[in-house]
């Protein structure tokens, strides 16, 4: 059974930074693309970024390209996403998921940017 585990959001302050993780299991990690949603208030689900399994292919959604960095540990079934520079629009729960036409499976993380 896929499980993940969302961590790392929190309140922080327009152009502030947080580091999201997710830590994976019940499925062949190393050979998945992984992905980030979001999801605001109010709004259905945002696709943000993905990676490929060997971390060559990574993309962005243009609202938030420049200001986040995807990247992945096989070795520890992890991805995080480190967002920089947020702003008040990037306020969601953001979850991490295998396949983006799939409802998430986590909890997902509370991410709150506000002054």
């Known amino acids: 059974e896929v499980q993940v585990v969302e961590s790392g959001g929190g309140l922080v302050q327009p152009g502030g930074s947080l580091r999201l993780s997710c830590a994976a299991s019940?499925?062949?990690?190393?050979?998945?693309?992984m992905y980030w949603v979001r999801q605001a208030p109010g709004k259905g689900l945002e696709w943000v970024s993905r990676?490929?399994?060997?971390?060559?292919?990574?993309a962005y959604a243009d609202s938030v390209k420049g200001r986040f960095t995807i990247s992945r540990d096989n070795a520890k079934n992890t991805v995080s996403l480190q967002m920089n520079s947020l702003k008040t629009e990037d306020t969601a729960v953001y979850y991490c998921?295998?396949?983006?036409?799939?409802?998430?499976r986590g909890q997902g993380t509370q991410v709150t940017v506000s002054s």
């Open positions: 998921v295998t396949d983006p036409q799939d409802p998430p």
């Open positions: 019940g499925f062949t990690f190393s050979r998945s693309y």
């Open positions: 990676i490929s399994p060997g971390s060559s292919v990574r």
